[in-house]
């Protein structure tokens, strides 16, 4: 394993899963399908996409007082992301996560990492995420 | 942990409140650690946001707080649900999502809040002094409850407003802190024609033009008389500035509570930037309220009005413009509880009734399904449903005053007095 880059982590956790990286913000509430993970804003670029699942990369959130809520439906149906990387911090979405830890629900890590690094994570490579934020790629797809 | 906890808040942790205010109180620490808080601040009051059906969580969080004999510690109000549960008016939701939707409701109200079910809790008597901290969520509620009553709060998460309520503290972050508060821009509305101020068509425009330029920073409006600005007007300002960007609290000078003067609100610093707004520029902005041209006598499938929640004055506006008119589409007045107790006192629910209004209480029609399925085009005079309308529904929404609104309804055709902008 060849860490790439070390984020910090905010809510931590170790998670493994690809990479969806989005290169513009979007925002959960309205943007995002809580029941499935699919990306509804049509005017993102990855509109259509699953998110569920994916280590999702986003240099920010288009701030919604409900992203919460949705984040913690989509935890509450297993469709959420396995971990969120982010350019900056949104409290918000990492409410969803402290009130499914208070459910019981399953939880996921949250970290953030500068909006460059974030740029230069590899698009759809399996990535592992640790509890010190340190974020690695299997050797041979390393580069 | 790093944030300095008082001994009455290490104490609730360790849940010698109960179950229920330790959860609130650990959600609240947990999330004033990642604002990087440090400390937590007691609060007067709650406006609850976060009581609209988004999916079954929400629910189950809420009945388990119910079960773990959560209470409320200070007066709380209630945000819209997805149900009208005053007034009964249709909502096309599937049977599970409205029962799911129902026990929400119903949850909230057995955590001791007040079944207020409005976006506009300040007209519903829920009315925090100037200086007290408070936790509010709702964007509109938010940037009245900072601007024009000059009390102190952050746009608060669905979730973290109820956990404030449980435990009643919050995080010391941002708009509490008095430093936070101070107009960084100031905004000069002095080349403004007049006329164009005494119009209430002017101020959800003025709001939107604002949220598009300052973002979540703090303005300050200079050059607008303080007898143009009534109460309604700044609640459709506030209410459009906060849906086009994330605009949490402005000043106007000689007008909200922090400014006597562009010097109080810029704390005695001058400002950073100053914009000369221009009847041009908020003509772009007008134009920007509407997602489709129409052409004058199209025909427009609905009337929305009611965003944030509409006044009792405001009721008595359309009824005095309708004139006993029987509308000839389908026209949403969105308001409180609060509002329909007030009509039915006065005999003004009967009389909008005749003229064809559909009352909505409880929730409105962007955040529920309550227009007729498919696709439309409204007519609003709400900058807020202008923008939320074609996103959340998939409806066109285009924009008039509350006079070309009542043209529009009686005629079934678009009707929109353009000649103040010319």
């Keep these: 394993m060849a860490v790439i880059a070390t984020a910090i982590p905010v809510l931590p956790g170790s998670a493994h899963g690809r990479v969806l990286r989005l290169a513009q913000p979007i925002s959960f509430w309205g943007g995002v399908d809580p029941h499935t993970g699919t990306i509804t804003d049509a005017q993102s670029e990855a509109s259509g996409a699953d998110i569920a699942g994916r280590v999702l990369c986003l240099p920010a959130t288009r701030g919604s ?29 990492g409410l969803g996560i402290i009130v499914a830890r208070e459910m019981g629900w399953p939880t996921i890590p949250l970290l953030t990492l500068p909006a460059a690094a974030i740029a230069a994570l590899p698009q759809d490579v399996p990535v592992t995420i640790r509890e010190n934020g340190e974020i690695a790629v299997e050797d041979e797809s390393g580069g | 942990m790093p944030l300095d906890l008082t001994e009455t808040e290490r104490a609730m942790l360790a849940r010698a409140e ?17 604002l990087g808080a440090k400390r937590l601040i007691e609060i007067a009051s709650v406006h609850v946001d976060g009581c609209l059906y988004h999916g079954d969580s929400g ?52 955590l001791g809040c007040t079944p207020s079910f409005t976006c506009a809790p300040y007209q519903a008597g829920h009315r925090p002094a100037r200086g007290q901290d408070v936790a509010w969520g709702e ?30 503290r919050a995080p010391q972050v941002g708009l509490h802190l008095p430093e936070n508060r101070r107009a960084a821009l100031a905004v000069d509305l002095s080349a403004l024609p007049a006329r164009l101020m005494e119009e209430d068509v002017f101020y959800p425009i ?4 604002l949220g598009r330029e300052v973002g979540s920073a703090v303005p300050c409006l200079t050059g607008l008389p303080a007898d143009v600005a009534t109460e309604d007007r700044l609640k459709a300002l506030g209410a459009a500035a906060a849906s086009s960007g994330a605009v949490g609290l402005f000043h106007i000078a000689g007008v909200t509570p922090e400014a006597s003067t562009l010097e109080e609100a810029t704390q005695g610093t001058p400002p950073e930037r100053t914009i000369h707004l221009s009847a041009a520029m ?23 009005l009611g965003s944030p929640h509409f006044s009792l004055a405001e009721c008595r506006s359309f009824l005095a413009l309708a004139k006993g008119r029987h509308a000839r589409i389908p026209v ?49 005079n709400s900058g807020k449903f202008a923008h939320y309308t074609l996103p959340n529904t998939g409806w066109d929404a285009v924009y008039g005053s509350l006079g070309d609104c009542v043209e529009t309804a009686v005629t079934g055709r678009f009707s929109r007095d353009d000649s103040l902008w010319l």
């Design chain 2, 282 to 304: 908020l003509d772009a902005a007008r134009r920007k309220l509407s997602t489709r041209d129409l052409a004058p006598d199209a025909p427009i499938q609905a009337v929305a």
């Design chain 2, 18 to 34: 109960g179950a229920a205010a330790g959860t609130a109180l650990r959600i609240v620490v947990e999330t004033a650690a990642m």
């Design chain 1, 65 to 93: 007082s409900s992203s919460s809520a949705v984040l913690l439906e989509l935890l509450h149906r297993r469709n959420a992301p396995v971990a969120i990387v982010l350019g900056e911090i949104d409290a918000i979405l």
């Design chain 2, 139 to 168: 964007s509109n509620a938010v940037v009245f409850c900072n601007s024009v009553l000059g009390a102190r709060t952050n746009r608060y998460g669905d979730y973290l407003d109820i956990a404030a309520a449980l435990c009643g």
């Design chain 2, 59 to 110: 629910t189950l969080f809420v009945e388990k707080l119910v079960e773990d004999r959560g209470a409320v510690r200070v007066p709380t109000t209630l945000n819209v649900g997805a149900l009208d549960l005053a007034c009964g008016a249709p909502v096309r939701l599937a049977p599970h999502e409205k029962e799911m939707a129902r026990r929400m409701m119903q949850a909230y109200q057995r």
């Design chain 2, 206 to 209: 003025l709001g939107s033009w």
């Design chain 2, 332 to 380: 949403y007045i969105c308001t409180g509880r609060h509002v329909v107790a007030r009509l039915e006192e006065l005999g003004l629910r009967s009389e909008l009734e005749a003229c064809g209004v559909t009352i909505v209480a409880d929730t409105c029609i962007v955040v529920t399904p309550m227009l007729p399925d498919g696709h439309g085009t409204l007519i609003t």
